[in-house]
């Protein structure tokens, strides 16, 4: 027989019972708006190394979703009118943007001219004009992120919902 007193069983189960009933009702009562709750977006950088090593068809979303409302660094020629931009080795070119001005410095030399504008309206030139091949983002950086014309479909996408927020 055991030394454990039935009392004490049944008041360990009762409060057992009574855990798991408070905790299905409290995860029922949470779940009732979950629909409605938005998370939190990632930065860029978690976007980036979140996605890190799947394709990038499958980080799309979340990349552009991170800097949707966010502003872009542009280099510019002399004239602050013209982007610099990068050809590849198939003599496409590629609009680089940095997400600050510190990526910018550390991609460019020191004293480069730039623009700063919204990721929605300097993605939508790029958009706009087929000799760009696509966009590399923070090019110098770990957390850099290449974003073909193949998925500007789904960048316009993500960027007109997050404008009706």
Known sequence: MSNVPTVGRHEQMHRAAAFVVVTVLTAAAGCED?????????????????????????????????????????????????????????GDSWAYFYTSESELSAALPAGSRFVEMQFADAFG??????????????S????????????????????ENAATK
């Open 34 to 90: 979950s629909n409605n709750v938005q998370s939190d977006p990632l930065t860029y950088d978690e976007a980036v190394q979140a996605g890190f090593d799947t394709p990038v068809e499958q980080s799309v979303n979340a990349v552009v979703r991170s800097i949707a409302k966010s502003t872009v660094f542009i280099a510019t020629e002399d004239a602050q009118t013209r982007w610099k931009m990068g050809v590849d080795n198939n």
């Open 125 to 138: 030139i790029v958009d706009a004009d087929t000799s760009f091949r696509g966009i590399y983002i923070n």
């Open 140 to 159: 110098a950086s770990e957390w850099f992120y290449t974003l073909p014309r193949e998925l500007f479909a789904d960048a316009r996408r993500i960027l």
